[in-house]
């Protein structure tokens, strides 16, 4: 189980400590009432979808004896008013180097078993795009 601790510091702002000792520091968007000064939680969701996907992607290329180093997740996400929410998240995925026809597959089928994008699957499609 893990614990993190957000602590709301005024003006839209929250700050996050993680038992490691590391700062995490949010703003609420320009297009919401905040100063974009540093990530939104809707983006944080962004980085941890990214984030997640290429680290069970690095679990699998470990199985399979390919270094995966250098991939990139590039996550676009579009928000939606009336309510406010996210309304899609498209991923494209980028490895670099050769991979045959099993270990991209075995790849891709590890993005999509992230526990990020599994929680996800709510009212918000995500869209892959590989390379």
């Known amino acids: 189980m893990s614990e ?7 003006s839209l702002h929250c700050t996050a400590r993680h038992a490691s000792g590391t ?4 703003d609420a968007p320009k297009d919401n009432q905040g100063n974009g000064e540093s990530f939104s939680p809707s983006e944080l969701l962004s980085v941890s979808l990214g984030s997640c996907i290429l680290s069970i992607m690095g679990i699998a290329a470990r199985s399979l004896g390919v270094d995966i ?6 996550v676009d996400k579009e928000m939606a008013d009336a309510p406010r929410r996210i309304s899609r998240i498209a991923v494209k995925v980028r490895v670099p180097g050769v991979l045959d026809q099993r270990q991209r597959i075995k790849l891709e089928e590890a993005a999509h078993a ?4 599994s929680v996800l699957k709510v009212d918000a499609p995500i869209f892959f795009d590989w390379d």
């Open 4 to 10: 993190i601790a957000v602590i709301y510091e005024g």
């Open 23 to 26: 700062v995490l520091k949010t």
């Open 69 to 74: 180093s250098g991939a990139t997740a590039h």
């Open 114 to 117: 992230c526990p990020v994008h």
